[in-house]
């Protein structure tokens, strides 16, 4: 029988997988707004909620992921320092806040 060794998660991997969170927010945060501005408004609150959770998940992700990757690889600190700082600009809980506070 042969036994295969795990290889661990690479510092580069870690970094798209966090572009993809990324990625995900700005998605579904979009989405959840210009979808949810075509339905009938019971169908267009569900989508906006729906839409919001999930980016919010996903930006905490995003963060949590670079400040993972900014303790275990030191040497592509630069990648998940800029991860960090944009998935706190693309927090969609900060834009909210902002609006609340401006509105």
């Not at 729906?50 to 670079?66: D, K, P, W, Y």
Request: aromatic share 8%.
């Amino acid at each position: 029988m042969e036994i295969k060794a795990h290889r661990g998660l690479s510092g580069s991997r870690l970094y798209w997988v966090g572009l993809g969170c990324l990625g995900l927010t700005v998605a579904a945060f979009a989405g959840s707004f210009s979808l949810g501005n075509s339905l009938d408004p019971q169908g267009a609150v569900v989508v906006l909620v729906v839409g919001l959770v999930i980016s919010v998940v996903a930006s905490i992700t995003a963060a949590i992921l670079a400040i993972a990757g900014l303790v275990a690889f030191p040497l592509l600190r630069g990648r998940f320092i800029m991860l960090l700082v944009l998935s706190l600009l693309f927090s969609p809980l900060l834009w909210l806040g902002l609006m609340a506070v401006a509105l």
